[in-house]
């Protein structure tokens, strides 16, 4: 067969992800692998209602086409409750997308060219990098500590790499490492991004679920120059299958963005757009997100708890302040992929994601992604035990 | 501001589309603009019911993230129809993406690099020219006439761009000019097809939509050589409002198409994905799509016995077989754009959508796209009339 693929493409492979999907689905295995919110926290009856009242005659419009930009009421609802939380901005600075996912793809379109050069954090979000790939960018990874990016590699990383475009940010509660940039280092993270023209994609779909300390401000709340394209999702605090996000920009950069998405996919679902406008509407979300975080909270506890107690010394490991992810560090040397597929799933039945993939350019072998949010309480103690025995076994201290 | 777009957004401008989706807002305004389905045909009641089931704690899984390809009871129930319908294929060789239109954003990300000839028909898809434009292909159009793409220019076109990767087209009642390829001419094509190694996206909407005649196989049906990717979208026989659509291609181009649909947006709405399976599992969606077509054929023939009654013989209109849009050409030299916004629009309350921007290269003024579909008959009938008599003022004939 004579297709040829477009050079763009080239470089993009079957994914670490979708395999994991896959993987989710064999109910005898324990798997911390997907960032998955737990769907007891969905607020079904809340939906059956509103999806209910849309379906009538009446409501047609509700299956009809409509604006690309997304329904204007759940736009201001979006922006309301940004506004709220201390990222002012209006309905017309917001456009609707298809989860955070699509956010990404689009800003990369927006403003990559081929050999780009992209700033990541350093491992970073998995997702971000597939999005990225069919723009054929390089990576310049910025290394992260327990408050997030190091700004002094930073900027070390920008007067090597002077002509960089995007710098790609998850400041809350990161993918895959749990962790949390702090505020000082927000402030200057805009610095350096105005000194060097940056547009930063601020990713921030674990940010409402905080369960200790206080909100930071986010990185579009203190962009001066309109160079922050802030997307945010409501897969974490409603539900992932209605796949509704936001994206936040300045009026310039939101008009291309917007004219991106007619491109790519016409709309976001016109009834997903109005059941979730009307949640928003008749519901106290904030309530909804406070009681989630309570089950999440207990969550963490358990997990970090039950990991203090069980695991080798010689692994580290992040204490997130929220979100869904604690990151392993295994000695160097170790191979958290194939002690996952030789040892780990075949003994234990226990799976994590392996870390090597989150690395943009090398590939540290020796770290782990750890979910704590979608396993029964009995069955993560009993899955972080049986990660802990193997482990001892493995790492012979 | 210092921020710098990729080269590849250079030519994308704010659409046609988009201002027409705002247009379409004024409740006194006739207009035969959108190609929006009949919202009296969305099965409403069906939907409630079967959105209502969904929505219950014990399917959880329906709002939860799912495998990026689709559910794949939907996928099932895509292969079916379309193999009963005479395009053979298996669950696996389904994508299910966010409408019709995200399989031509995919396809065109997968085979396009900067530059390369993407061949469609003259005039062609307003929003496949938004969708390709991020690609920045070059355009070589191929004339059309009751019968579909000119197979004869295209032998010539091809000689003339030996170099060709894409070629894209409507064959059943194509946007906008509402013709449908011959069986000869569907032969014809593939048999170019393979001679000159191009892909094929081959875009169906309105398929279903057939008011007379018999249905032409599909140009995947008859393809060997796994060049055809076949384009279909629920969003004309189901809802727009849902996103849904699916995108058969051979493995390898599907494998493909997957991993950039996973890439943009994850995956498409559960929720809504399993409303449609369970609608397309549940009810007899071909005995819905003939009741509608009941209603669109009264309406293609309402319409186009009154333009014949009304409109002065130097203007010539298509009689599509099916779909939503006959195509009008005025006499050379006339303008519709500037018709419609200095004088239909202002003195008539009418609108259409100028014919100028569905062609890729030389944008001919004196054509305009008409849908009957979206236009109760009384406003029908008075539009064509209040049309016609301005056109006779401006004809002079």
Chains 1, 2 share one sequence.
């Not at 960089?164 to 949390?180: C, E, H, M, R, S």
Request: hydrophobic letters at 40%.
């Amino acid at each position: 067969m004579g297709i040829s693929y477009a050079r763009r493409i080239a470089g993009v492979r079957p994914s670490a992800i979708r395999e994991l999907l896959r993987l989710g689905d064999d109910p005898e295995l324990i798997s911390f692998g997907g960032g998955y919110p737990d769907p007891a926290l969905f607020p079904m009856g809340e939906l059956a209602e509103i999806y209910q009242k849309l379906l009538t005659p009446a409501n047609a419009r509700t299956l009809q086409y409509t604006e690309s930009r997304g329904l204007v009421e759940l736009r201001e609802l979006i922006a309301d409750r940004l506004t709220r939380n201390g990222t002012a901005c209006g309905a017309d600075d917001v456009l609707v997308i298809q989860g955070g996912q699509q956010g990404l793809d689009l800003t990369a379109k927006l403003v990559l060219d081929a050999g780009d050069v992209v700033i990541t954090e350093n491992p970073t979000f998995l997702g971000a990098l597939i999005a990225f790939a069919p723009y054929e960018p390089q990576y310049a990874p910025v290394r992260i500590d327990d408050d997030g990016m190091d700004v002094d590699h930073l900027e070390e990383v920008l007067a090597a790499n002077p002509g960089a475009k995007l710098l790609y940010t998850v400041p809350d509660f990161q993918n895959p490492a749990g962790v949390t940039l702090s505020l000082e280092r927000r402030l200057r993270l805009i610095e350096l991004a105005n000194r060097h023209q940056l547009v930063v994609l601020e990713d921030t779909p674990y940010r409402d679920l905080r369960y200790e300390g206080s909100h930071l401000p986010t990185l579009k709340s203190l962009d001066t120059q309109g160079r922050v394209v802030h997307v945010g999702s409501f897969s974490k605090i409603l539900a992932p299958g209605v796949r509704m996000g936001w994206a936040v920009a300045a009026p310039d950069v939101l008009e291309k963005l917007g004219l991106l998405k007619l491109a790519a996919d016409t709309q976001s679902s016109t009834l997903n757009m109005a059941a979730t406008a009307a949640y928003l509407g008749q519901y106290d979300v904030d309530q909804h997100v406070a009681d989630g975080n309570v089950v999440y909270r207990h969550k963490r506890d358990l997990a970090l708890a039950t990991l203090d107690e069980v695991l080798p010394k010689s692994v580290r490991f992040t204490r997130p302040e929220g979100g869904l992810f604690t990151w392993l560090s295994f000695p160097d040397r170790f191979d958290a992929t194939r002690f996952m597929q030789e040892t780990l799933i075949p003994r234990a039945k226990v799976a994590y994601v392996p870390g090597a993939t989150f690395f943009p350019l090398v590939q540290e072998p020796n770290h782990a992604r750890l979910s704590y949010s979608g396993v029964p309480d009995d069955r993560l103690v009993d899955g972080l035990h049986r990660l802990a025995d193997l482990l001892r076994e493995e790492l012979v201290e």
